[in-house]
């Protein structure tokens, strides 16, 4: 039996304002991101990553109150990118000072990326940790981050982001 929860789908009266970029500026870093939707009802998070004063990424975070699993095994997300690796990550506590991340290459095309959750591993500051991969029945937090340690420009189209 499938299942499936939604966490969000864009449209064009989609109110983005729980969305927030953070940047490398938070560490002193020159990388700017922008989100907004466009005139498809789209989320686009896009900007250039700078690897000036130690900079080197650029992330889309959205917190909410705590998004039970349901038995999901997956995370899916509908979406183009740009031929750019970038970093789907979750936290299962907003307070948590690191996430459970998974990586995904994209490749200019509508597609949709399934991230297994029991694969997701713990990391901070791009650092795996020595903790368990992610196992919570719920989480608080789901961002997407752009790091490869290069500058370059990007830009990630968003449709929907689901679990199942």
């Given amino acids: 039996m499938i299942f499936k929860q939604l966490i969000f789908d864009f449209s064009k009266d989609t109110d983005i304002s729980s969305w927030k970029v953070i940047?490398?500026?938070?560490?002193?870093?020159?990388?700017?991101?922008?989100?907004?939707?466009?005139?498809?009802?789209?989320?686009?998070?896009?900007g250039k990553v700078?690897?000036?004063n130690n900079g080197g990424f650029s992330s889309l975070r959205h917190q909410f109150s705590q998004k039970s699993i349901n038995y999901a095994a997956k995370i899916k997300v509908r979406?183009?990118?740009?031929?750019?690796?970038?970093?789907?990550?979750i936290k299962k506590s907003k307070n948590d000072y690191y996430s459970y991340?998974?990586?995904?290459?994209?490749?200019?095309?509508?597609?949709?990326?399934?991230?297994?959750?029991?694969?997701?591993q713990p990391k901070f500051r791009g650092n795996v940790l020595s903790l368990p991969k992610f196992s919570s029945n719920s989480f608080e937090e789901i961002a997407f981050l752009i790091g490869n340690k290069k500058a370059q420009d990007f830009r990630l189209e968003i449709d929907k982001i689901y679990l199942q």
């Fill in 79 to 89: 979406l183009r990118g740009d031929g750019n690796n970038y970093q789907l990550r």
């Fill in 23 to 46: 940047d490398d500026a938070v560490m002193g870093g020159e990388s700017s991101g922008n989100f907004t939707i466009n005139t498809d009802g789209n989320a686009v998070f896009y």
């Fill in 101 to 120: 991340v998974a990586t995904f290459q994209t490749n200019n095309c509508w597609e949709t990326i399934e991230i297994n959750l029991s694969e997701m």
């Fill in 50 to 52: 700078s690897l000036e």
